[in-house]
């Protein structure tokens, strides 16, 4: 039986078990493809994140659902960064670059007086439309059209993994949201792997910005992401593109999530005039455990 060591970090939080759970292995050098996918799926959370060495950027971090890999994850790279950071394995470096199959991304680490942030760049955001029926989307998360807010587009967006942005009109829609994410792939027909991520403009917490919940692809193996960084980051481009009527030259957004599930937690989102995505957050270390595979 082969042993791996599994770091468990909640992800934009620094309460345990708040914020968004992610598995962080730190030797995957010594793991197989096939034996990654396989601990992911003993692991359970919607992401597990192995670091690997890299020819090109200081790491590189390979993310793993319980059903396939993932081009990036925002919570598993803030957990993956901050394991490594408070474990001494930078060698005090407050910048670094990661390879991902997102791209080669800048990350920016601060030691503050009682924590560690992490800010990391996101691939530049995307946009595709969404020509399904809105009525059946409604339907898939548990609500109905007349919930949505028609006077904001439907669209498929990404800063590194495609998700389905829907526009909610009120905060109290998502108490009733209740995924059948088995239906998400007859529904969103142009990207049926995507995820859906419904928000608002309402909030629990008065100092944030926008509120979302958001909903796995079936093809995941998970049901409902507690606090999404990818999905935050490409919200925040949605927000600077469609909903800055100030007219900022950048736009500073704070986004809440997980309210609904007990994992609340929230990211810190930043889209410059010429749309570069950051994303900023913090981490909490949970446990650590093994996971056995036949060798």
Not at 16 to 27: C, D, H, Y
Not at 197 to 221: I, V
Not at 262 to 277: C, H, I, P, Y
Request: glycine residues 8%.
């Amino acid at each position: 039986m082969k042993r791996v060591k599994v770091f468990h970090y909640d992800a934009f939080s620094r309460e345990p078990n708040k914020g968004n759970p992610a598995g962080v292995v730190l030797n995957g050098d010594q793991l197989t493809e096939a034996e990654m996918q396989e601990v992911a799926l003993q692991v359970g959370f919607n992401e597990t994140a192995f670091v690997v060495p890299s020819e090109l950027a200081d790491i590189r971090i390979r993310f793993f659902t319980p059903g396939h890999e993932m081009n990036l994850c925002g919570h598993a790279t803030m957990a993956t960064v901050y394991a490594l950071k408070s474990r001494g394995l930078l060698d005090g470096k407050e910048q670094i670059t990661l390879e991902t199959r997102a791209g080669i991304l800048p990350v920016t680490i601060k030691n503050t007086e009682d924590d560690i942030k992490i800010t990391m760049k996101q691939a530049s955001p995307q946009f595709k439309e969404f020509n399904g029926s809105k009525g059946e989307l409604a339907k898939t998360i548990g609500l109905e059209e007349k919930d949505i807010d028609h006077t904001l587009p439907i669209l498929y967006g990404s800063t590194g993994t495609w998700t389905l942005l829907v526009p909610i009109k009120e905060l109290s829609s998502f108490d009733r949201m209740n995924p059948n994410n088995k239906e998400f792939p007859h529904i969103l027909t142009e990207m049926p792997k995507a995820s859906v991520h419904p928000f608002c403009l309402e909030t629990y917490d008065h100092n944030a910005d926008m509120h979302a919940r958001h909903f796995s692809s079936p093809y995941s193996g998970t049901i409902e992401d507690a606090v999404t960084g990818t999905a935050s980051g490409v919200m925040g481009a949605y927000f600077a593109k469609f909903l800055n009527n100030d007219g900022q030259e950048s736009v500073h957004l704070i986004v809440e999530q997980g309210q609904e599930i007990g994992k609340a937690g929230k990211v810190f989102v930043n889209v410059s005039q010429k749309m570069d995505v950051e994303i900023t957050g913090e981490a909490v270390h949970v446990r650590d455990f093994e996971i056995l595979l036949d060798s």
